[in-house]
């Protein structure tokens, strides 16, 4: 890797995006963010980064983003797993086409790696856990089953066209900059800003189901692993906090009336990420526990 590469960070205005920006810059890295703004916003993007207003369904608004750019980190997708029910083709659209374009660009430029932000959605429900890369995926959901899609066009090109790319299946990140509110919010998201407008925390069945919470920093840390490492096989690594937390549980760290509602279709049940892969290959460990980080994010609750 150059000492001061040039580094392309897609959804570079959105949440995990611009969060990746912020350190490859303080890096001291050239960085370009590449952003459509429709869901991320200008204002988080680093001013020492270039913005380049582009969008990854249409591949000639993004070519030129490519030339020179040592490492792609591939961060933009329409996230949500009911915006994916409600309107698959859009979000098909965004993820898998963009994802392909994304793809091609990068063999095109000749650049050395694509980090494809990949998601534990493509492992659906499964019998045991924790969840570990070599299981057999099972979305329940289109967005679970675009982005093992964009996974397998990864693997596909590093295959035939000697494209180094490397997967990190992220579990359900949360921190500063997430969404409250929209087709992209999650549950921390959702009971941030009930709290915010005084509503009860809207908890959907009957909150015993269990996720692994990984903390924005935590996440941005296996990236750069990534673009530092040797990997790029195409291989798959699972980024995680390696701890389960309850709906209820999150709920109670919030305090505050709760109100039930029914639960929501085609998603698992439990999550809990197996990190045994990721340690041996990046030698990265998530430094974030799961209550810690969402303490620290329900007291300065940022209005960004």
């Known amino acids: 890797m150059p000492d001061n590469p040039t580094v392309l960070v897609t959804g570079g205005a959105g949440f995990i995006g611009s969060h990746l920006v912020d350190a490859l810059v303080a890096r001291g890295a050239r960085v370009r963010a590449l952003d459509n703004l429709a869901a991320g916003r200008r204002e988080h993007v680093n001013p020492r980064a270039e913005f380049v207003n582009g969008d990854v369904r249409h591949p000639e608004s993004i070519a030129e983003a490519f030339a020179g750019v040592d490492c792609v980190?591939?961060?933009?997708?329409?996230?949500?797993?009911?915006?994916?029910?409600?309107?698959?083709?859009?979000?098909?659209?965004?993820?898998?086409?963009?994802?392909?374009?994304?793809?091609?660009?990068?063999?095109?430029?000749?650049?050395?790696?694509?980090?494809?932000?990949?998601?534990?959605?493509?492992?659906?429900?499964?019998?045991?856990?924790?969840?570990?890369?070599?299981?057999?995926?099972?979305?329940?959901?289109?967005?679970?089953?675009?982005?093992?899609?964009?996974?397998?066009?990864?693997?596909?090109?590093?295959?035939?066209?000697?494209?180094?790319?490397?997967?990190?299946?992220?579990?359900?990140?949360?921190?500063?900059?997430m969404a409250r509110?929209?087709?992209?919010?999650?549950?921390?998201?959702?009971?941030?800003?009930?709290?915010?407008?005084?509503?009860?925390?809207?908890?959907?069945?009957?909150?015993e189901q269990t996720r692994d919470f990984t903390h924005v920093r935590d996440v941005v840390r296996a990236n750069l692993a990534a673009m530092d490492s040797e990997a790029g096989d195409g291989r798959v690594l699972n980024v995680g906090s390696g701890r389960r937390i309850s709906v209820n549980r999150i709920a109670a760290l919030f305090g505050g009336p709760q109100i039930h509602l029914p639960p929501r279709p085609g998603e698992s049940r439990d999550t809990l990420a197996d990190l045994t892969a990721v340690a041996a290959a990046l030698g990265w460990k998530p430094e974030i526990d799961s209550e810690t980080g969402i303490r620290e994010l329900i007291e300065t609750d940022e209005t960004d």
Request: hydrophobic residues 35%; contains cysteine.
């Open 73 to 177: 980190f591939h961060t933009a997708a329409l996230p949500r797993v009911m915006l994916s029910i409600d309107d698959p083709r859009a979000t098909n659209q965004t993820n898998v086409d963009g994802t392909l374009n994304v793809l091609i660009a990068a063999r095109d430029a000749g650049v050395r790696k694509v980090v494809y932000s990949g998601s534990s959605s493509v492992y659906g429900d499964q019998p045991t856990l924790p969840l570990v890369e070599t299981m057999p995926p099972n979305p329940m959901n289109p967005y679970a089953l675009q982005k093992l899609i964009g996974e397998q066009y990864c693997m596909m090109f590093t295959r035939l066209y000697g494209l180094r790319t490397l997967t990190l299946r992220y579990f359900n990140v949360y921190g500063p900059r």
């Open 181 to 207: 509110e929209g087709a992209y919010v999650t549950v921390i998201g959702t009971f941030l800003r009930a709290r915010r407008e005084g509503r009860p925390l809207p908890i959907h069945g009957d909150g």
